[in-house]
């Protein structure tokens, strides 16, 4: 069966022209690098805040946190994480059918920016939601759009054996901003307090900014048009519908039903909704052919396991954090060690793993793994993970857990993300019907939005059972879902490459 990027036979290691395979030059080189770095300052900003937005929760005031409840911090980490890439729905949908992505990543930048000068600025719970609100609205405008550009500047390019390993550099960009982001927010949050970590975090927002006005007239022409417009006729009722959403969520605020510790439950039944519904609507489509539908089919149990993977993995910033606040010794001879830096092992070790993967995927070519392995693959590597905390836990009882120890567990946990990651972005820009690709790419998206509330919730699952019991199901259920999907990757590849290859 092939893979992602399998449907063309390996080509030989020299161009015609007699220079080596590798990154190609010229203006598709710089189009992917240029999007490449807007999405590291992009990411840099984003995890910055994420790195130590727990802990701000989390943390006493008179350490300069809000000191909530364990559950109520996890439940609104989760939602907010969730609200991020639910959002990015919306953002595709906008990018498809009314804005060109070119001017959606713009607009996005310029309000994730807003929202990371009110919370350096606004302090209390009033800064943390409205700047938590317009960084929600400006990611979801700005990420599926500029991923939906590099599958642009990939397509520029006919050999497909560049296609998983550009999304793996792609991806490897958005880990190193996950990297940098923490461990400066985290040391300015350590030795100065929040809300220099939260500027820092708008500073790296305002780099992205600057770098992607600086490569906007070095996009594909197809950046700059609207690829499905929506018909003026139908633009009072889109409106309409936006109108009537809002008023819903004041309502349900105002009255009471939408409160803090259930924003994760709704986040994620409305994640589950909204994929239900980009399922039904492409299938149902008649824009959509036989074999594109088959191909979407095919992806459902894709997208199931990935925003459980997602759930697992975000956990980092609900249970992980609440288990660091109770259980690691920070105190390094008199010195704290910074807690946004422990969750920055998470994607560090994915930084320095991708280069690796993906030199051995372009070295394998079509003998390399399939899609569905690669995300079994990357279930199963967690769930070890977690496997590996349960041991740990269980032997040091109630005492402390080594600092050095909780940091092998991200490393094991982060690294497992280049098998999940880069390869669903890869897979959405690839498989998608020709009008749905934007939408595609925000269905995948989804996956992030669920496992981001699903963090949240098993945050709270986590306060409210003994560790023993919440690390065995996390580790039993990774591990099994991952086996369950190797044991059916050739039926549900199949579908995947229905009409790709001859």
């Known amino acids: 069966m092939s893979t992602t990027s399998q449907q063309t036979p390996a080509a030989p290691?020299?161009?015609?022209?007699?220079?080596?395979?590798?990154?190609?030059?010229?203006?598709?080189?710089?189009?992917?690098?240029?999007?490449?770095?807007?999405?590291?300052?992009?990411?840099?900003?984003?995890?910055?805040?994420?790195?130590?937005?727990?802990?701000?929760?989390?943390?006493?005031?008179?350490?300069?946190?809000?000191?909530?409840?364990?559950?109520?911090?996890?439940?609104?980490?989760?939602?907010?994480?969730?609200?991020?890439?639910l959002s990015q729905i919306l953002g595709a949908w906008l990018g498809d059918r009314l804005v060109s992505p070119q001017n959606m990543v713009l607009y996005g930048a310029v309000v994730i920016t807003a929202g990371h000068v009110v919370l350096a600025l606004a302090p209390g719970l009033t800064g943390l939601g409205a700047g938590l609100?317009?960084?929600v609205l400006g990611t979801g405008a700005?990420?599926?759009?500029?991923?939906?550009?590099?599958?642009?500047?990939?397509?520029?390019?006919?050999?497909?054996?560049y296609r998983d390993a550009g999304f793996s550099y792609f991806y490897m960009a958005i880990n190193i901003g996950a990297v940098i982001g923490p461990l400066t927010t985290g040391l300015a949050q350590n030795e100065l307090g929040f809300h220099y970590g939260f500027g820092l975090a708008a500073i790296g927002m305002a780099a992205a900014l600057v770098q992607y006005v600086t490569s906007m007239k070095k996009l594909p022409e197809r950046a700059r048009i609207v690829n499905n417009p929506l018909p003026k006729r139908r633009l009072p009722l889109?409106?309409?519908?936006a109108v009537l959403c809002v008023a819903l969520v004041a309502g349900a605020v105002a009255g009471g039903l939408l409160r803090a510790e259930n924003l994760s439950t709704v986040v994620t039944i409305t994640a589950l909704v909204a994929a239900a519904t980009y399922f039904l609507t492409m299938t149902t489509s008649r824009s959509v052919t036989h074999v594109e539908r088959r191909r979407i089919l095919g992806?459902?149990?894709?997208?199931?396991?990935?925003?459980?993977?997602?759930?697992?993995?975000?956990?980092?910033?609900?249970?992980?954090?609440?288990?660091?606040?109770?259980?690691?010794?920070?105190?390094?001879?008199?010195?704290?060690?910074?807690?946004?830096?422990?969750?920055?092992?998470?994607?560090?070790?994915?930084?320095?793993?991708?280069?690796?993967?993906?030199?051995?995927?372009?070295?394998?070519?079509?003998?390399?793994?399939?899609?569905?392995?690669?995300?079994a693959i990357g279930l199963t590597q967690i769930g070890c993970a977690y496997l590996f905390l349960l041991v740990i836990s269980e032997a040091t009882g109630t005492a402390d857990i080594p600092l050095i120890l909780i940091l092998l567990f991200m490393m094991a946990a982060g690294s497992s993300e280049v098998f999940v990651g880069p390869i669903g972005l890869s897979l959405a820009t690839r498989i998608g019907p020709g009008k749905f690709r934007s939408q595609m790419v925000g269905l995948n998206f989804l996956t992030l939005a669920l496992g981001s509330s699903l963090a949240g919730l098993l945050g709270q699952?986590?306060?409210?059972?003994?560790?023993?019991?919440?690390?065995?199901?996390?580790?039993?259920?990774?591990?099994?879902?991952?086996?369950?999907?190797?044991?059916?990757?050739?039926?549900?590849?199949?579908?995947?490459?229905?009409?790709?290859?001859?």
């Open 238 to 241: 889109v409106v309409l519908a």
């Open 142 to 161: 700005l990420k599926t759009n500029i991923t939906s550009i590099v599958g642009f500047v990939l397509d520029q390019n006919d050999d497909e054996r």
């Open 299 to 375: 992806y459902l149990p894709l997208f199931l396991a990935s925003g459980v993977y997602f759930g697992f993995l975000f956990q980092k910033f609900t249970a992980i954090s609440i288990l660091i606040t109770e259980r690691i010794d920070l105190d390094i001879g008199g010195w704290t060690f910074p807690v946004a830096w422990i969750t920055t092992a998470s994607p560090l070790a994915a930084v320095l793993i991708t280069p690796l993967i993906a030199r051995l995927w372009k070295k394998l070519g079509h003998r390399q793994p399939s899609a569905v392995t690669k995300i």
């Open 461 to 502: 699952l986590f306060t409210a059972i003994d560790n023993a019991s919440y690390f065995t199901v996390t580790a039993v259920c990774g591990i099994g879902i991952g086996l369950a999907l190797l044991a059916t990757r050739k039926p549900v590849g199949r579908l995947l490459e229905a009409g790709l290859q001859g």
């Open 13 to 85: 290691d020299r161009t015609p022209h007699g220079k080596a395979v590798g990154v190609p030059q010229g203006p598709f080189r710089r189009g992917l690098l240029s999007m490449a770095f807007t999405e590291l300052w992009e990411r840099y900003s984003f995890y910055g805040l994420q790195g130590i937005l727990s802990f701000y929760l989390l943390y006493k005031v008179t350490d300069g946190g809000l000191a909530l409840d364990p559950a109520l911090a996890s439940g609104i980490v989760g939602a907010y994480g969730g609200a991020v890439y």
């Open 133 to 135: 609100l317009f960084i």
